[in-house]
């Protein structure tokens, strides 16, 4: 079974950049997802990429302002945040997918981390 363990959440400004990073215990070669729940809200797909990390897949929302990026050599992906937003204050959970498509529910997930909490201030 594979752990993730995230890190490189907090408390930012309006308008700032965070850079959550997730550490894998393996290596993945699978979709691999980063997802948000904000309080009271549902988890939602935030951005997504492929095993061979060819292709990366994003909501609407955080289109042109997060990049979804994986190192395979150190077992990571990252999640570069840019001009964030009150909006954007939730908790950020990375996840692998036993799919080899590019899946947006979190059931086509199967293994989450403990997620990291990203705090905008606005």
């Known amino acids: 079974q594979v752990q993730l363990v995230e890190s490189g959440g907090g408390l930012v400004q309006a308008g700032g950049s965070l850079r959550p990073s997730c550490a894998a215990s393996g290596r993945t070669f699978s979709t691999m997802g980063w997802f948000r729940q904000a309080p009271g809200k549902e988890r939602e797909f935030v951005a997504g990429i492929s095993g061979s990390g060819d292709s990366t897949f994003y909501s609407d929302f955080v289109k042109g302002r997060f990049t979804i990026s994986r190192d395979d050599a150190k077992n990571m992906v990252f999640l570069q945040m840019n001009s964030l937003n009150a909006e954007d204050t939730a908790v950020y959970f990375c996840?692998?997918?036993?799919?080899?498509?590019?899946?947006?529910?979190?059931?086509?997930?199967?293994?989450w981390g403990q997620g990291t909490q990203v705090t905008v201030s606005s």
């Open positions: 996840a692998i997918s036993g799919s080899p498509w590019l899946p947006r529910s979190p059931s086509q997930y199967r293994y």
